[in-house]
């Protein structure tokens, strides 16, 4: 089992920031490649980012390239995930979520990750 724990959401201004954490506890952390994914209400959950086990690979949802960045820390176990210039349409809750490596075909997937963390909220206002 894997635990994963998101914070640093909040409200915020349109074209401000927000650093978001998802810490892990449980198996080996560095075996998990670690996605981002946002639900906005009535909407699907969609893939915002994703970084390998290792952080040498991510991908980002077009939506989202240029103003969010995901790293990960293994020593500390967390993965974050930087929002800059953020819009009222990245308005959402913000899940991390954890699928044991070497599955990339699958990242983007929101049914192929082991592990989700309960979500935290992001409110960005115009």
């Known amino acids: 089992q894997v635990q994963l724990v998101e914070s640093g959401g909040g409200l915020v201004q349109a074209g401000g920031s927000l650093r978001l954490s998802c810490a892990a506890s449980g198996r080996t952390f560095s075996n998990y490649d670690m996605g981002w994914f946002r639900q906005a209400p009535g909407k699907e959950r969609e893939f915002v980012a994703v970084?390998?086990?290792?952080?040498?690979?991510?991908v980002y949802a077009d939506s989202v390239k240029g103003r969010f960045t995901s790293s990960r820390d293994n020593a500390k176990n967390t993965v974050y995930l930087q929002m800059n210039s953020l819009k009222p349409e990245d308005t959402a809750v913000y899940y991390c979520?954890?699928?044991?490596?070497?599955?990339?075909?699958?990242?983007?997937?929101?049914?192929?990750?082991?592990?989700w963390g309960q979500g935290t909220q992001v409110t960005v206002s115009s």
């Open positions: 970084i390998s086990w290792s952080g040498r690979s991510t």
């Open positions: 979520a954890a699928i044991y490596r070497d599955q990339w075909s699958r990242v983007l997937l929101a049914n192929s990750y082991d592990y």
